[in-house]
């Protein structure tokens, strides 16, 4: 574990930078930044390496070392930059953010106007630790350039849409939010009795226009980003689904070139196996096997219509046939 740190700024920087590494007894690596405030009048350019371990903690570039590709969970983040440059405005917005949240942590007491009976002595426990995501939701851009992306994520005030990370289709990753903070990208969603996906879940973008396949330098970024979030917060294989599975009536993301069998090879999301000797019991109920593996079945079409393009690579709507329903039937006993 190392850390060069080199600060290059031509005239005086506004604010205290101050970068503070720590490392626990498990090696895990925390980096504090406190009042970094990027201005139109000065760059600021932070060049950092470090070596680490067990943290998404921090912004990060792509790293195309042979270090960075070894393995899901050694991902080196080679440099971090930020820079005074074409998204200083949006970069002040989201540490004004980032500021005003902080804020309501720091409440305390807390008071509300529930009529609690609160006791006179406030007292606060030390046993905790930031909540974690659960799932990861992928999603394509359904736009023909990353720029698009950036700029519509960046723009406050108008579909408010971001999401923690979005993936060029030339394999560049922006990471515009820390994963443990909310990114509104799920939107009207549910999986199980989860309704509020954007709480429990990583957003993942995909520059695609929403027809067109998967680039393999895209999913070989993704790949990687997918290990290192599974490994850090420990995300089960069932939990790596797209915004199509969650919103099932609203939308078609990833398209149904999206290679999930091949992820599940991974550990990313669930398959079935060979349908050969598989026999479906008479009084199957599909749409209950739908509901189990987490669809929402209010609108029996639309649900069908995901699951076959998630598992079947099939855009052919919400039409059952035999094959449908044994192929529901193998996952649903997968997620019992
Ligand atoms: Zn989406």
Request: charged content about 20%.
């Amino acid at each position: 574990m190392f850390l060069k740190q080199k600060i290059i700024s031509g005239q005086v920087i506004l604010g205290i930078l101050l970068l503070l590494l720590s490392a626990s007894s498990e090696g895990k690596v925390v980096i504090n930044v406190k009042s970094l405030e990027p201005t139109n009048t000065s760059a600021i350019i932070i060049k950092t390496t470090v070596a680490v371990k067990d943290t998404l903690l921090l912004p990060a570039k792509k790293d195309t070392s042979d270090k960075g590709q070894a393995g899901n969970d050694s991902l080196t983040i080679t440099e971090i930059t930020a820079s005074a440059g074409k998204y200083d405005r949006a970069n002040r917005l989201h540490y004004a953010m980032i500021d005003s949240m902080a804020k309501v942590i720091m409440e305390f007491p807390l008071r509300d106007s529930a009529g609690l009976r609160y006791a006179p002595d406030w007292v606060g426990t030390s046993n905790m630790g930031l909540r974690r995501p659960n799932y990861v939701i992928i999603h394509h851009t359904a736009t023909n350039n990353c720029n698009n992306v950036i700029q519509e994520f960046t723009t406050p005030g108008v579909r408010e849409a971001s999401a923690h990370y979005l993936i060029c289709n030339d394999g560049t990753v922006y990471h515009m939010l820390n994963d443990l903070l909310r990114s509104h990208h799920a939107g009207d969603s549910k999986w199980g009795n989860t309704t509020d996906l954007n709480s429990s879940s990583i957003g993942i973008e995909l520059d695609n226009n929403g027809y067109q396949p998967f680039s393999e330098e895209q999913m070989a970024s993704l790949t990687i980003l997918l290990g290192r979030l599974k490994n850090t917060y420990k995300i089960p294989d069932a939990n790596f689904i797209g915004h199509g599975d969650i919103a099932p009536a609203r939308k078609m993301d990833p398209n149904y070139r999206f290679p999930w069998k091949e992820l599940s090879e991974k550990g990313f999301g669930l398959w079935w196996d060979d349908t050969t000797d598989v026999r479906v019991p008479d009084n199957f109920d599909y749409l209950m096997g739908l509901r189990i593996i987490g669809y929402d079945i209010s609108a029996p079409d639309s649900a069908v219509a995901a699951f076959k393009r998630h598992f079947m690579k099939d855009n052919s709507g919400g039409n059952m046939n035999g094959m449908v329903r044994k192929i529901i039937y193998m996952l649903y006993r997968r997620y019992q």
